[in-house]
């Protein structure tokens, strides 16, 4: 007898060494593929550094940007730009490590339908993706990573739950939604696929429990809907698309929704630059034979997971296609939204994985060597090349930073601030997408200033 306890106590002490082994290696390959030095801010960060210029924290935290209400990622991106300032570095640093744990947690996650390799390799996929440079690698995206993040908490808690229905486990539950949907509003939807995934998986004497859960997403839902139109209301809803509600369930609507929710993340994941045609195109194969392959030949569980895959991608995309389905259709294929939907594609693809596994020979080639190979040509296409994104932040980030820099100048401030400059544009808008469409000099003068004047 204690001869199997030592056994035991040795296995569990290997088991932990991979688990931070796996931890650690997630967390450097983010920095090794997406860090750079030569990042600055653009785009949506000069909206974030304006908004702060004479304003307090708790007024900055109650300010939409355009349709979304994002009060927690708010808060730390206020704290991390008087902590860093300008060193933009760090915040890409940070926003490296956010995307390396979000791989670990959905590691643990894959864990409770795969076996652990399959669990790692899926988990592999996903930190490596390409579309982590949209996200990585412009800090005012830590509102996706954090959603995400915080998301993935929430589901991974509700695992707990079912397994152990607890108090404990129903409170982290609700609060890692909130903490989810008040840092981007991607997820409010999305929330709803925690109870639709207890329902799925539980068994018929536990989900006495289920109400409970229902009754904190419910909570979160509501509270979230209150907090939304108190300080920002329907004009803010609308502020991307005048005829939100009026063209829902239009072509336009429908067509954007199933691309974003179905087809563009299974493309995501091969990270081959295409006509959004031609992605189309492909995502629709593989969509159809990899889940036409799970409805036929996959056990009930495996059926459910790929149903439950389906609505983790299409219920949140839902509220993302309400507001920019007027947008050109390759939209659907933004990359920031990648890092979420690609989710749902890992969870098809690793259960078409599983069962067409079941169905080889017990032969070395074919459970180890077929998969390494598959996984290294899956890995190759992602890290390849230097993705458009990457490239187009680099281009912004470099007439930013030499823009910024010139500032230096107290003269050219004064210059700038002056009554014959101050309105006109900072940026340069003679290009297909400028650093930002509409910050004037005297706008950026005060940004100059107020992060001159941080401790």
């Known amino acids: 007898m204690h001869q199997i306890q030592l056994e035991s106590g040795i296995a569990g002490e290997n088991h932990n060494i991979r688990q931070l082994g796996i931890f650690l290696l997630f967390l450097v390959i983010p920095i090794i593929l997406f860090w750079r030095r030569d990042l600055f801010f653009i785009r949506d960060d000069w909206s974030l550094l304006h908004l702060m210029v004479n304003t307090n924290l708790w007024v900055y935290l109650r300010m939409a940007d355009g349709e979304i209400l994002m009060p927690v990622t708010r808060f730390i991106y206020y704290n991390l730009i008087h902590l860093f300032g300008v ?33 790692l390799a899926l988990s592999l996929l996903y930190v490596v993706a390409v579309v982590h440079s949209a996200t990585a690698q412009m800090a005012f995206y830590i509102c996706a990573i954090l959603c995400l993040g915080f998301f993935l908490l929430s589901l991974f808690f509700t695992q707990i739950y079912v397994r152990r229905p607890s108090t404990m486990s129903l409170l982290g539950i609700g609060l890692f939604a909130w903490l989810s949907v008040n840092s981007w509003n991607f997820s409010l939807l999305g929330n709803w696929t ?50 939100l509600f009026s063209q829902f369930l239009s072509l336009s609507y429908l067509g954007h929704w199933a691309v974003g929710s179905f087809l563009a993340p299974l493309d995501f994941l091969f990270g081959v630059e295409f006509r959004w045609k031609t992605k189309i195109a492909i995502g629709l194969a593989i969509f159809l034979s990899t889940v036409g392959l799970i409805m036929r030949a996959g056990n009930p569980s495996e059926k459910k997971l790929c149903l439950w895959a389906i609505l983790v991608n299409a219920l949140p995309f839902s509220l993302v296609s309400l507001a920019r389905h007027h947008f050109h259709f390759g939209q659907a294929f933004s990359d920031r939204y990648g890092i979420f939907t690609i989710i749902g594609a890992l969870f098809i693809l690793g259960t078409t994985w599983q069962i067409i596994a079941d169905k080889l020979p017990a032969r070395l080639s074919t459970h180890v060597v077929l998969p390494l190979v598959i996984l290294a040509a899956m890995v190759w296409t992602q890290v390849h090349t230097l993705s458009i994104t990457t490239r187009l932040y680099v281009e912004l980030s470099q007439e930013a930073k030499f823009r910024y820099n010139n500032l230096s100048d107290a003269a050219v401030r004064a210059k700038l601030a002056g009554a014959a400059e101050k309105d006109r544009l900072f940026f340069n808008q003679n290009q297909p997408i400028p650093v930002h469409p509409s910050l004037n000099n005297g706008d950026v003068v005060a940004i100059y200033e107020y992060l001159s004047g941080l401790p």
């Not at 109870?195 to 006495?208: N, Q, S, T, V």
């Open 87 to 119: 060193n933009y570095e760090w915040l890409i640093l940070i926003n490296c490590l956010l995307t390396g744990l979000n791989g670990f947690l959905l590691y643990l996650i894959f864990k409770s339908h795969f076996k652990p390799n399959l669990a």
């Open 194 to 243: 925690l109870p639709i995934y207890a329902a799925l998986f539980w068994g018929e004497g536990a989900k006495r429990h289920l109400f409970g859960l229902i009754a904190v997403i419910g909570l979160v839902f509501l509270s979230f809907t209150a907090e939304y139109f108190l300080f920002n209301g329907l004009a803010g809803a609308k502020s991307h698309n005048p005829q």
